[in-house]
């Protein structure tokens, strides 16, 4: 039984600006289209003017070759919305439009037909009708050459040419001493390389030249991959399908290092008893492209998969098991006067050691990490938090990225159909993303804090669409630093929501059941008149003081952003949620009306 269902809206949208403002009409600019990815298209599109915010951009596309357009979201306005965190990070959006059209079919040509238009007039090419086509999902390539690896001590037939241990197939010579380094690649794009079952573990503290003690590197134990494949042919390394093929790290730092090799395809593999399973990319140094890991298992590992380095892109993660070191029974946060009591309880300690970090971090454009199972993690799943994207500085500017670096910026992601469970922070973070950053139908479950996490988002849009999140005791949603430009839509969220300092922010057709986290079951703090929320469902805490509060800007300021200046505390720059009376609660539509039916 649910008891009360309550269903509100609540809306502080301007229809003005301020007396300064004087171009209404829009402009249309510069249209981007972003990276795709297999089921989604992502589009930019920069204007002048439209003061009023009274411009819109609707979407229809098809498939190429068929006759009948179909709908799609309207693009998301971003004005100018500011994105501010002490000195980690100050970024202003441009003027302008984003958005996705959403849940296409992979390696598939589209056209897509987007119109500007404004009741004040629309100048300039306002109709761009363009041909895009989605990613298909990478796969090894056929025509190259085949290598097979064995472990040490097969006593079967081999498949010819055969090889003991990894690198002495991948690299023309193999060794456990300082020879080691002397491999040069032996793979070229499209090869492939069979790995047979067995439990690859090697003793890197042994200086030998024995292949059964180390066949890697001495000290590290480390596999450095730099070969380079392509986005159709790359170097693959697979599972022979002959039984288990285990890596194991022997506690080393990284299992797998392939920073300097871009288009890597691994398949069926497991990764074990490593700091880092893969190590893909560090910030400002290196890091590779194009990295697919499919089918693979990642267990007693600190890190599953790892890059924040801005020049990855194109990561492919899909159908992996990650089980991290941390407590599998207990859920318990990692800050917090809440979670203090649990210490000592039945074996728990507070705050928790962080025995594994998160199962995937990434950074850059293009990712796509999908239908994957995460459980006993710091964090799930997460776009590096970086600071300012790079090209733009949070003391001295400039505010947002010159075009010569948008090819560096965090867009177009996706996290999609992924379950996860028992965290000590987050289960996803959006943090640092940029526009077009795409969190779809993936169920949350255990996490001591906000399952939809951005902390914070740049300009947006970000989409949580049809999410699940059940069991959150700090509750559902972290918007802070004045995260901007994030949509919420038909989301099931089993805790209270609490926006704490966000703009251009928008929920629609979401449910919402509380688990006493705190009073209100939604309350929100937006720097923005034009945030909104409406066609929601809410079953308010009983017994509790207020369910409701809304502090926005007053009807005739559309932003307001001097909470961000404020001295920086360990809550973040500027209050919290407004209490009960908070300005603009009560019904009423919402600028763009409702969002995607309820399916």
Request: glycine share 12%.
């Given at each position: 039984?649910?008891g009360?269902?309550?269903?509100?809206?609540?809306?502080r949208?301007?229809g003005?600006?301020a007396a300064?403002a004087t171009t209404?009409?829009v402009?249309?600019?510069e249209f981007v289209?972003?990276?795709?990815?297999?089921?989604?298209l992502?589009?930019e599109?920069?204007?002048?003017?439209?003061?009023?915010r009274?411009a819109?951009?609707d979407?229809?596309?098809?498939k190429?070759g068929?006759?009948e357009?179909k709908?799609a979201?309207?693009?998301?306005?971003?004005?100018?919305e500011?994105?501010k965190?002490g000195?980690?990070?100050?970024?202003?959006?441009p003027n302008m439009?984003?958005?996705s059209?959403?849940d296409?079919e992979?390696?598939?040509s589209?056209e897509?037909?987007?119109v500007?238009?404004d009741?004040?007039g629309a100048?300039?090419?306002?109709t761009?009708?363009?041909?895009v086509?989605?990613r298909?999902?990478?796969?090894?390539?056929?025509?190259?050459?085949?290598?097979?690896?064995?472990?040490?001590?097969?006593?079967g037939?081999?498949?010819?040419p055969?090889f003991?241990?990894?690198?002495c197939a991948y690299?023309l010579?193999c060794a456990?001493?300082?020879?080691?380094?002397?491999?040069?690649?032996?793979?070229?794009?499209?090869?492939?390389?069979?790995v047979?079952?067995?439990t690859?573990?090697?003793?890197?503290?042994e200086?030998?030249?024995?292949?059964?003690?180390?066949?890697t590197?001495?000290?590290d134990?480390?596999?450095?991959?730099t070969a380079?494949g392509?986005?159709?042919?790359p170097i693959?390394?697979?599972?022979?399908g002959d039984?288990?093929?285990?890596?194991d790290g022997n506690?080393?730092f990284a299992l797998?290092?392939?920073?300097?090799?871009d288009?890597t395809?691994?398949?069926?593999i497991?990764f074990?008893?490593?700091?880092?399973g893969?190590?893909?990319?560090?910030?400002?140094?290196l890091?590779?492209?194009?990295?697919?890991?499919?089918h693979?298992r990642?267990e007693?590992v600190g890190v599953g998969?790892w890059?924040?380095?801005?020049?990855?892109?194109n990561?492919?993660?899909?159908?992996n098991?990650?089980?991290?070191?941390?407590d599998?029974?207990h859920?318990?946060g990692?800050?917090?006067?809440?979670?203090?009591p649990?210490?000592?309880?039945?074996g728990q300690?507070?705050?928790?050691v962080m025995?594994?970090y998160?199962a995937?971090?990434v950074?850059?454009?293009?990712h796509?990490i999908?239908y994957n199972?995460?459980?006993?993690f710091?964090?799930?799943?997460?776009?590096?938090?970086y600071?300012?994207?790079?090209g733009?500085?949070?003391?001295?500017?400039?505010s947002?990225p010159?075009?010569s670096a948008?090819?560096l910026?965090?867009?177009?992601?996706?996290f999609?159909n992924?379950?996860?469970?028992n965290?000590h922070?987050?289960?996803f973070e959006?943090?640092g993303?940029?526009?077009?950053v795409?969190i779809?139908r993936?169920?949350m479950?255990?996490?001591a804090?906000?399952a939809?996490?951005n902390q914070?988002?740049i300009?947006g849009?970000t989409?949580?669409i049809?999410?699940?999140?059940?069991?959150?005791?700090g509750?559902?949603t972290?918007?802070?630093?004045?995260?901007?430009?994030?949509?919420?839509?038909?989301n099931?969220?089993?805790?209270?929501?609490?926006?704490?300092?966000?703009?251009n922010?928008?929920?629609?057709?979401?449910?919402?059941?509380?688990?006493n986290?705190?009073?209100?079951?939604f309350s929100?703090?937006t720097?923005?008149n034009?945030s909104?929320s409406?066609?929601?469902g809410?079953?308010?805490?009983?017994s509790?003081p207020f369910?409701?509060?809304w502090?926005?800007?007053?009807?005739n300021?559309p932003a307001?952003y001097?909470?961000?200046l404020?001295p920086?505390?360990?809550g973040g720059p500027?209050?919290?949620?407004?209490?009960?009376?908070g300005r603009?609660?009560g019904?009423?539509?919402?600028?763009?009306g409702?969002g995607?039916?309820?399916?």
């Amino acid at each position: 039984v649910l008891g009360t269902l309550m269903i509100a809206g609540v809306n502080r949208m301007s229809g003005g600006v301020a007396a300064a403002a004087t171009t209404n009409p829009v402009t249309a600019g510069e249209f981007v289209i972003d990276p795709p990815t297999l089921i989604n298209l992502g589009f930019e599109w920069l204007i002048d003017g439209d003061d009023n915010r009274n411009a819109s951009v609707d979407v229809s596309y098809r498939k190429q070759g068929t006759s009948e357009w179909k709908h799609a979201l309207p693009l998301l306005r971003l004005q100018g919305e500011r994105v501010k965190q002490g000195d980690q990070i100050d970024v202003t959006s441009p003027n302008m439009f984003a958005g996705s059209i959403l849940d296409l079919e992979p390696d598939t040509s589209y056209e897509a037909r987007l119109v500007m238009s404004d009741p004040d007039g629309a100048k300039g090419t306002t109709t761009r009708t363009v041909t895009v086509k989605t990613r298909p999902e990478p796969m090894p390539a056929t025509g190259g050459r085949v290598y097979h690896v064995y472990p040490h001590g097969y006593k079967g037939t081999k498949a010819e040419p055969s090889f003991e241990g990894l690198m002495c197939a991948y690299n023309l010579t193999c060794a456990g001493t300082d020879w080691a380094t002397a491999g040069r690649p032996r793979v070229k794009p499209g090869d492939v390389i069979l790995v047979h079952a067995g439990t690859y573990k090697y003793n890197r503290l042994e200086y030998t030249n024995d292949p059964a003690v180390n066949r890697t590197v001495p000290m590290d134990g480390t596999y450095y991959l730099t070969a380079d494949g392509t986005a159709e042919r790359p170097i693959a390394i697979k599972a022979a399908g002959d039984g288990e093929v285990i890596f194991d790290g022997n506690a080393n730092f990284a299992l797998f290092d392939v920073r300097a090799a871009d288009y890597t395809y691994f398949e069926g593999i497991t990764f074990r008893n490593a700091d880092y399973g893969i190590l893909a990319g560090t910030q400002f140094l290196l890091g590779a492209k194009g990295l697919s890991v499919k089918h693979c298992r990642f267990e007693n590992v600190g890190v599953g998969i790892w890059s924040n380095y801005s020049g990855s892109s194109n990561f492919y993660i899909a159908d992996n098991t990650f089980i991290g070191r941390d407590d599998p029974d207990h859920v318990i946060g990692w800050s917090g006067n809440f979670w203090q009591p649990f210490n000592g309880v039945e074996g728990q300690k507070f705050p928790p050691v962080m025995a594994s970090y998160l199962a995937v971090k990434v950074y850059g454009p293009g990712h796509v990490i999908a239908y994957n199972y995460v459980a006993n993690f710091h964090d799930g799943i997460d776009i590096e938090t970086y600071g300012n994207p790079d090209g733009s500085a949070a003391q001295g500017g400039p505010s947002y990225p010159p075009k010569s670096a948008w090819n560096l910026r965090p867009v177009a992601i996706d996290f999609y159909n992924n379950l996860m469970t028992n965290f000590h922070d987050n289960p996803f973070e959006a943090d640092g993303g940029m526009h077009n950053v795409r969190i779809m139908r993936n169920l949350m479950l255990n996490s001591a804090s906000h399952a939809f996490c951005n902390q914070p988002v740049i300009g947006g849009p970000t989409y949580w669409i049809r999410n699940i999140a059940y069991h959150l005791p700090g509750g559902s949603t972290r918007l802070t630093g004045g995260s901007a430009g994030v949509l919420f839509y038909n989301n099931t969220i089993l805790s209270e929501t609490a926006a704490n300092s966000a703009s251009n922010v928008h929920w629609r057709n979401n449910l919402m059941l509380g688990e006493n986290s705190s009073p209100a079951i939604f309350s929100v703090n937006t720097m923005t008149n034009y945030s909104s929320s409406d066609y929601n469902g809410f079953q308010p805490n009983p017994s509790a003081p207020f369910s409701f509060s809304w502090s926005s800007p007053p009807s005739n300021v559309p932003a307001d952003y001097s909470q961000l200046l404020r001295p920086f505390g360990p809550g973040g720059p500027g209050p919290g949620p407004a209490p009960a009376g908070g300005r603009g609660a009560g019904p009423g539509p919402g600028p763009n009306g409702p969002g995607p039916g309820a399916g």
